[in-house]
């Protein structure tokens, strides 16, 4: 168990409309990463926040957006979704120090856009 | 562009051999890497680092080994168990965690 937890476990959901995705990160760790991994793909960052504020902006685009809120848990919207957007999404946190906190995963979010 | 690439889709080894899981990368200015574990339904895991100072990092069965000349890192585990089945994931990254740039994953296979 990696201590982060990820809701819902599954989304199935129609091209056009929005979700969003729930990340409470490991206990202690400021930062919040969102990632997409799309079908035999590599995961891609799409963007991170560090104790409420936006840190980093990957290939995230302007239909998705996030926040990371005071107690830490950060939410991912997707909005006028696509049939592309169909992927796993992770949340991962982490401490200040990459070397002694490298990133610790959730078990992701299942999106299916039909 | 893939800065990063793990060649082999998959690969299957005997149990109690050794596995080495490859991975390349093109850009000179990656200074950290790591491996990553992921099963079906889960989450990557973290498995091992190396920094770019250092050329081998051990922990238990696990060797990362660095070439920075070929600008390629591999994972040796020795001996293959059967739960070591599973994806592997090489990222790459500089100076912060978010920079960490990512292969699409070997699938390792351990036969009995």
């Known amino acids: 168990d990696s201590g982060v937890t990820q809701t819902p476990k599954h989304l199935i959901t129609a091209t056009g409309q929005r979700v969003t995705l729930r990340c409470s990160p490991r206990s202690g760790d400021l930062s919040v990463y969102w990632y997409q991994q799309s079908l035999d793909q590599g995961l891609q960052f799409l963007i991170q926040y560090y104790n409420g504020e936006e840190r980093a902006k990957g290939n995230i685009l302007e239909r998705f957006s996030a926040q990371q809120f005071p107690d830490l848990h950060s939410e991912l919207n997707l909005s006028s979704l696509e049939l592309g957007d169909s992927a796993l999404y992770f949340c991962?946190?982490?401490?200040?120090?990459?070397?002694?906190?490298?990133?610790?995963f959730g078990n992701g979010t299942r999106l299916t856009v039909t | 562009d893939q800065q990063v690439k793990q060649n082999s889709p998959s690969l299957s080894v005997q149990e109690g051999r050794i596995s080495i899981l490859n991975c390349d990368y093109t850009?000179?200015?990656?200074?950290?890497f790591l491996w990553y574990k992921k099963y079906p339904a889960e989450g990557p895991t973290f498995l091992i680092s190396?920094?770019?100072i250092k050329d081998k990092n051990e922990d238990g069965r696990f060797t990362v080994f660095l070439n920075k000349s070929a600008k390629h890192l591999s994972l040796h585990i020795v001996p293959s168990q059967p739960g070591d089945s599973a994806v592997y994931f090489c990222a790459a990254g500089q100076d912060s965690n978010y920079q960490l740039i990512w292969g699409a994953g070997t699938k390792l296979i351990i036969k009995p």
């Open positions: 850009n000179s200015m990656f200074d950290y």
């Open positions: 991962a946190s982490s401490g200040w120090d990459r070397e002694n906190s490298p990133l610790h």
């Open positions: 190396i920094s770019s």
